[in-house]
């Protein structure tokens, strides 16, 4: 590390504690942690403005593998502790590390809530579809019909798709990448920290030991550009190996079509617009499942909107200004008093 | 205003509002209080209401009251019974007619005890013949039909009309008491500004009351209480949530620090982050987090970040935070937990009161899991407790429970204004930037109290959490010889509390026949209990608790100076339990309350005379 003016340049390695790595040898985890140290050394942020906190479960390990301050909390609270450091400190970059499990079952009210509110965070939900600390438990997002330790016969109940779920609680941004593709992650963990408001990342992930392959079937070097969609903004949705597929709207549904095919040109394919407000398209982006689309990854929605530690701030200072009271002692001495004498 | 016939001087009198819980008693007992410590009287309040907003009209259960004692002398309780009894409906009589003073003045609305309403409050058809009130003064007021008699000419619907009733029951009393309507009409004019015909309705329908008052035989005397003789100083009235939320403010002013306080909205713990919302002009953070969980754990995120922390809750909001309170413990952050206690178990009686919390505090929390725990004893100190409770937690880098319950914060009582010049100045152990070797874990050898070094500080990046650290680096340890030291450390850090806070008064006797032992909000009724018993010339002094975890390091002596030990609490002997645990060699007698309501101060003298007869 290096200092010129107050103009930090970092390296990954910057970001490495002195502890070691206990995931899994092949987790997806170990390239997202790349990921996120290759993103804070070029952000040009100060080490010491990082806050990395997270959960419970394998990905919550995360912050003490940071050389930033760090806290690993308890079991769903990731969201909320987030949310108290930043309001505390605005001048804070935080970044909440969570699972599928942490963030959408037992945190799920917290997750829901810091998107509502629009805190300024950056929260990376590590997706891999099961409980791997407990040793292999479906999830809420675990594909219906999973067979796993607690579902022995397969689950009986519909996953939640966490894109669906965080716009539906009026999320702001949304981006989705998949832990191997650090160029992507890299990009997209980019575009969070800049974004202000709750930036929601999921980052579909592969436990080699509990749900190994859970995404193997879009990240498959063979189909993978046939079954995976990058977005970005002014950008066609084209896709596919030869970069002939296309999205459509038809009707209200999104359609993949075939540039060439039934008078279909590049001109007929949707443009993506991370940046506008209305939800609708963003929806059905989130939503799109391969055999029938191809899945969305990339920022897909990124709308600026205000924060909430900003506006907590901006009232306690606008009030500060109007108010006679300026300290306890006012306040002590403010409506009715008496003398006694 | 003078046709006054005789003028009787009175050392202290209770007066009890009660009507259905949408006849506005608690605020018409509120002004009354307020009026009455603004001229000088000491003055003690005890707010009784139900848990419904608006219950069952007309029942007993729905009934809400207000009870004020107001005096020359020094007022410790609301009084066990009332001299004078406003009653705005049967069943608020009825609900009322064992709490009277023997002869007392009962003023009820007599356009209201209608066949219907008498019979839905449990009387056949006459209420006074059977509730044997026949000896009492009895003044049967037309309220309602009077108060629409006032404001005929104002072109208010019917309800506005009906709500303004207990303005005309507030202005008999204010005439009989010979209190100046001014600080009421000033009242009316502050909070309705922007709607001036409800101003003028309350001041007409107040002043109707006032002359009725004056102006019908039944009322044969008026009484005049004369300012208290209290120390010298400048008083405002405060109840305990206020306090509560001052004291956290106060805190936060003398430590330097920003205040922060996550939380979310339960009986009887609201007023307090109600109080702090407002209080934007002191800088003061309140996130109304979506539950109990995350009101404690923004508030844990924000001590890692500097502020003093506080979160404040009743009971079932505690179940709820257990787990995160242990977050707190293990990480060693400043974080001061509110209890506002109330019946429980599960949602109990919600706007009761009890101490039944004390072992849930204490020990309500997976692992060996030590917080400190101060608990205050009257509206006004919850200010002092409060600031304490911040001053242990930001000075000893631990969490810490303030426990306070439904009659503190509620009740009201004057509270001297302390000079925040000399309150202690509070300084958290924050590291300095340029710190060699910073290891989270590092430790002052002496109060075993780790340092706080805040994100943001260049050079002292850590992680702190849940899991197990080694006693020295701070990084995470699965070492068994390290736990089982750093639970000692833990304990053993807050036991050195001791050192930090006084030793335990004795009240009255220092030593004799009888040692009566509370803790919290029942010390009014027994103090009062232990002078009346005195003044009988009872050989019993008085050790009332408010540092519960650590216990005061003289408190064994104190328990030793007596023959017996009479340990009032309302609640099953949870503290009786805990000295026990602490001090087994002496036999604790106990005197136990679990109705909701505070003691009566007779219920403790004559526990503590029989067994001084034993």
């Known amino acids: 590390m290096s200092t010129e003016e107050n103009k930090v340049v970092y390296t990954p390695k910057d970001f490495k504690s002195d502890q070691e790595v206990r995931w899994c040898p092949g987790c997806g985890d170990h390239a997202i942690l790349s990921s996120v140290q290759r993103t804070m050394a070029q952000l040009g942020i100060r080490r010491e403005k990082y806050a990395v906190i997270s959960g419970i479960g394998c990905s919550s390990r995360f912050p003490y593998y940071m050389a930033t301050y760090g806290f690993h909390g308890i079991h769903g609270r990731a969201a909320a502790i987030s949310t108290g450091v930043k309001t505390a400190n605005p001048d804070l970059s935080v970044w909440t590390i969570t699972g599928d499990g942490d963030a959408l079952a037992i945190g799920g009210n917290h997750l829901i809530h810091a998107v509502r509110r629009n805190v300024d965070i950056n929260l990376l939900l590590f997706n891999n579809r099961i409980y791997g600390l407990t040793k292999g438990q479906y999830s809420p997002t675990s594909v219906k019909g999973q067979v796993t330790k607690t579902s022995p016969y397969g689950t009986v109940e519909p996953p939640f798709n966490p894109g669906e779920l965080v716009i539906g609680a009026k999320g702001k941004f949304f981006a989705r990448t998949i832990d191997g593709d650090i160029k992507l992650s890299v990009e997209v963990f980019t575009e969070a920290a800049k974004h202000e408001g709750t930036s929601v990342v999921e980052i579909l992930q592969n436990c080699v030991i509990y749900n190994n392959g859970a995404y193997a079937d879009i990240t498959n070097r063979e189909h993978k550009e046939d079954r995976q969609i990058v977005l970005r903004d002014g950008e066609p949705m084209i896709f596919g190996k030869n970069r002939d597929k296309g999205l459509v709207l038809d009707g209200m549904q999104l359609k993949v079509v075939k540039i060439g095919e039934n008078g279909i040109t590049e001109k007929d394919i949707l443009v993506h617009d991370s940046k506008v407000n209305n939800p609708g398209l963003h929806m059905m982006l989130v939503n799109m499942k391969w055999p029938s689309h191809p899945v969305a990854l990339g920022v897909i929605r990124n709308v600026a909107a205000p924060t909430y530690d900003t506006a907590v701030h901006v009232q306690i200072e606008k009030i500060k200004e109007q108010s006679p009271i300026k300290n306890m002692t006012d306040l002590l001495h403010s409506g009715n008093t008496w003398v006694v004498k | ?614």
Not at chain 2, 279 to 289: E, F, P, S, Y
Not at chain 2, 317 to 335: F, Q, Y
Not at chain 2, 356 to 380: C, F, H, I, K, Y
């Open chain 2, 1 to 614: 205003m003078t046709k006054k016939r005789e003028l009787i001087e009175l050392d202290d009198v209770v007066i009890r509002f009660s009507g259905d819980s949408g006849d506005g008693m608690q605020l018409t007992g509120t002004l009354f209080s307020n009026t009455a410590a603004l001229l000088g009287n000491d003055i003690a309040t005890f707010p009784d209401y139900p848990a419904e907003i608006r219950a069952p009209q007309g029942t007993v259960g729905g009934v809400s009251g207000f009870q004020v004692h107001i005096g020359h002398s020094d007022i410790r309780t609301p009084g066990d019974l009332a001299d004078v009894l406003v009653a705005m409906n049967p069943a608020a009589l009825k609900a009322n007619a064992r709490w009277l003073k023997p002869g007392a003045t009962i003023i009820y609305d007599r356009d209201n005890f209608t066949p219907k309403n008498i019979q839905k409050a449990g009387y056949k058809e006459d209420p006074i013949a059977e509730d044997r009130l026949q000896d009492f003064n009895i003044i049967p007021a037309p309220i309602t039909s009077l108060t629409k008699e006032a404001l005929k000419d104002m072109n208010l619907d019917m309800k506005t009309v009906l709500r303004s009733k207990n303005m005309f029951a507030l202005g008999m009393i204010y005439w009989l008491f010979n209190r100046p309507l001014k600080y009421t009409e000033e009242f009316f004019q502050q909070k309705f500004k922007r709607k001036p015909e409800v101003v003028e309705a309350n001041e007409k329908v107040l002043k109707a009351g006032y002359y009725y008052a004056e102006t019908i035989e039944a009322l044969h005397s008026t009484y005049v209480v004369k300012p208290a003789e209290i120390e010298k100083g400048v008083y405002r009235n405060i109840n305990g949530n206020t306090a509560t939320a001052w004291g956290l403010i106060a805190a936060a002013e003398r430590a330097g620090l920003q205040l922060f306080v996550g939380s979310y909205p339960i009986t009887p713990a609201t007023g307090i982050l109600e109080e702090l919302a407002l209080r934007k002009d002191l800088g003061v953070i309140t996130v109304q987090a979506e539950d109990e969980i995350a009101g404690i754990t923004t508030s844990i995120g924000a001590s890692f970040a500097g502020l003093m922390a506080a979160t404040t809750t009743s009971g079932p909001g505690l179940a709820l935070k257990s787990e995160a309170l242990g977050l707190a413990v293990i990480t060693e952050l400043p974080l001061v937990v509110v209890n506002v206690q109330r019946g429980g178990p599960s949602t109990g009686l919600p706007t009761k009161t009890e101490q039944s919390d004390l072992m849930q505090v204490l020990w309500g929390r997976n692992g060996e899991s030590p917080v400190a725990v101060v608990a205050a004893s009257t509206p006004a100190n919850c200010f002092y407790y409060a600031f304490e409770a911040g001053r242990l937690a930001l000075e000893h880098m631990t969490p810490v429970v303030l426990m306070t319950d439904g009659f503190l914060a509620n009740g009201s009582e004057p509270f001297k204004i302390p000079d925040m010049e000399k309150m202690p100045e509070i300084k958290p152990p924050i590291v300095p930037e340029g710190t060699e070797d910073y290891m989270p874990y590092k430790r002052d050898p002496e109060t075993l109290v780790r340092g706080w070094a805040i994100p943001g500080t260049p050079g002292l990046e850590h992680r702190i959490g849940g899991l197990e650290k080694d006693k020295n680096t701070g990084n995470v340890s699965y070492d068994p010889a390290n736990h089982e030291e750093m639970t000692h450390i833990r304990a053993e850090k807050v036991a050195k509390i001791v050192e930090d806070i006084p030793e335990q008064k004795i009240e009255g006797e220092q030593e004799g026949d009888l040692l009566l032992v509370g803790w919290g909000s029942t010390y009014g009724h027994l103090v009062s209990a232990m002078e009346e018993l005195a003044a009988e010339g009872k050989k019993v002094g008085l050790a009332h608790f408010n540092y519960i975890n650590p216990l005061p390091a003289n408190t064994d002596e104190v328990l030793g100076k007596f023959k017996k030990i009479l340990v009032c609490e309302l609640n099953l002997g949870q503290f009786a339990n805990y000295l026990r645990m602490n001090y087994p060699k002496y036999e604790y007698h106990k005197l136990n309350k679990i109705q909701g309501l505070p003691f009566t101060v007779a219920e403790i003298k004559d526990e503590a005379k029989k067994l001084l007869e034993e």
